[in-house]
């Protein structure tokens, strides 16, 4: 099986992490740019941690022999920080550059004015940049979150090909799935959504535009969740193809529309794993 993370925050992950997700076969992440826990008090402080997203994050990747691209943005929750404003000044330097596969996480967490203005400001930029859109949906009141996601995405014209709507459940696909943009789900261990009930979701509304990531991030959360439900689908029925499609071919789908995605030369997994990832093949 070969695993592409389209959403994974391995920022607050170890190097542990990194060999298990190799020997597993996640080939390939996507970081979107988030809140760190502790918040940030001015633009030059997310200019250093958007540098670590394309520069040290990547490098630490390529170390498992996993391939790593981000998107960036500034994120709903600090959307709200007013000190933070000046972010929104300082991504268009940062969009332009080769590792940035979309604009993201971008959205709603508690619906406030000062998040609407950040999502449009952004929706426009992704347009600009030629970008695909990664779109965070609310953890409280997800249903509304949702619907009120995807009439800023309509207004904003960008196309809905180019936005994937992230951390969908059983209450919000159909909408989405409606809308023409790209459904994302976020496999957790206990919230959020499940193997099982991902399986039922994918056996009801089918394996086009869906992205399946395991967000692994601060909080309890397990980077191998997305190839634990490459096996749930395998044990419902699905065929090995079927898993291909939703766990490497969709995200490189995704996100190839930025013209940016750099797969080339990728490992062997097993190769890196054994830590001989530089010279294998004997001699
Ligand atoms: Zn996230």
């Not at 590792?99 to 950040?118: K, L, R």
Request: proline fraction near 7%.
């Amino acid at each position: 099986m070969r695993v592409f993370d389209p959403h994974i925050h391995m920022t607050s992950r170890t190097t542990d992490d990194y060999r298990r997700m190799a020997a597993a076969g996640v080939r390939s992440v996507v970081e979107p740019a988030f809140w760190l826990g502790q918040p940030r008090t001015n633009p030059g402080s997310f200019g250093d941690y958007f540098d670590s997203l394309l520069g040290w994050e990547p490098y630490r990747a390529s170390q498992y022999g996993v391939r790593h691209h981000a998107t960036l943005a500034l994120n709903p929750k600090e959307a709200n920080d007013p000190r933070c404003k000046g972010v929104l000044d300082l991504l268009p330097h940062y969009l332009e550059k080769d590792g940035v596969v979309a604009v993201g996480e971008i959205g709603y967490d508690s619906m406030t004015p000062a998040e609407d203005e950040a999502f449009a400001a952004q929706l426009d930029l992704a347009r600009e940049f030629g970008l695909p859109a990664l779109v965070h949906t609310p953890h409280r009141d997800k249903a509304a979150g949702t619907r009120r996601t995807l009439d800023v995405v309509a207004a904003s014209g960008i196309e809905p090909g180019r936005v994937a709507v992230d951390h969908l459940n059983e209450v919000t696909v159909a909408a989405v799935k409606d809308s023409g943009c790209w459904t994302g789900f976020s496999i957790y261990p206990e919230t959020k959504m499940s193997p099982p009930r991902m399986v039922s979701i994918l056996q009801e509304y089918g394996i086009e535009r869906v992205l399946v990531n395991s967000a692994a991030d601060w909080g309890h959360s397990d980077p191998l969740l997305t190839v634990a439900t490459g096996q749930a689908m395998l044990d419902a029925g699905f065929s090995a193809d079927d898993v291909d499609r939703v766990l490497w071919r969709n995200p490189i789908e995704f996100y190839a529309q930025s013209g940016r995605l750099d797969l080339s030369e990728l490992p062997e997994p097993e190769a890196t794993f054994a830590g001989s990832s530089v010279k294998r093949g004997g001699s």
